[in-house]
């Protein structure tokens, strides 16, 4: 069984720029939910979808947005980069809503120069 | 607001010893916790989930306890093992939020 996974693996980016991320959750997974990881802040929640819906968000600003498709995958736009946006996001699964146990992808390195 | 710690931050233990790690949380009222180990550069590998309901879960050499009324949960690891050198962080859920992760704690078992 395939697990969760997060294309790309690395991406480069200038300030200014947009950037699309995308993860593929486990087969039968309807929440997917996507994490910033930095050495200072360490993992924070960014917000997470079921069922195409936004069910929760965290403290990021406007310029960090996500959607779910239809067949559970989901994307994560971050638009007008800024050197700060240098993170590995994770994404993460759950099998329904009220199933806890979250399942993690290896994540995309977002480096903003 | 849910805030979680993690004591200590770095451990080195030489092959073979037995080792507890330690996960802090403010509000008692969680929905669940989970322990992942993260390796350098990786996503996140769940090892264990206690349930609201439970105090302990084990699987193998790991074991992890649940105290909510103190709000902390420990990992026990049994006869430590090079390959378990990695950063294992402990996630705690209320009802109706998001998963709260700790910082973390670097593991190193020397052989």
């Known amino acids: 069984k395939a697990g969760v996974t997060q294309t790309p693996r690395y991406l480069i980016k200038t300030r200014g720029q947009q950037v699309t991320l995308s993860c593929s959750p486990i087969s039968g997974h309807r929440s997917v939910s996507w994490y910033q990881q930095t050495p200072g802040q360490g993992l924070q929640f960014l917000f997470e979808y079921f069922s195409e819906t936004q069910r929760n968000k965290g403290n990021f600003p406007g310029r960090f947005s996500g959607r779910q498709f239809s067949n559970s995958r989901s994307e994560m736009n971050v638009s007008t980069l800024e050197l700060g946006d240098s993170a590995l996001y994770l994404c993460?699964?759950?099998?329904?809503?009220?199933?806890?146990?979250?399942?993690f992808g290896n994540g995309t390195r977002l480096t903003v120069t | 607001k849910q805030e979680v710690t993690q004591i200590p931050a770095a451990l080195s233990v030489p092959e073979g010893e037995n080792l507890v790690l330690n996960c802090s949380f403010t509000d008692s009222a969680i929905y669940n916790l989970q322990w992942f180990r993260q390796d350098p550069g990786k996503g996140l590998t769940s090892l264990l989930l206690?349930?609201?309901?439970?105090r302990e879960q084990t699987s193998g050499r790991l074991n992890a306890s649940l105290d909510k009324s103190s709000g902390r949960s420990t990992l026990y690891i049994a006869a430590s093992q090079p390959g378990d050198s990695a950063t294992y962080l402990c996630?705690?859920?209320?009802?109706?939020?998001?998963?709260?992760f700790g910082p973390g704690t670097r593991l190193s078992v020397l052989p």
């Open positions: 206690i349930q609201s309901s439970q």
């Open positions: 993460a699964s759950r099998k329904i809503e009220q199933t806890p146990e979250l399942h």
């Open positions: 996630a705690v859920r209320n009802y109706g939020q998001n998963f709260v």
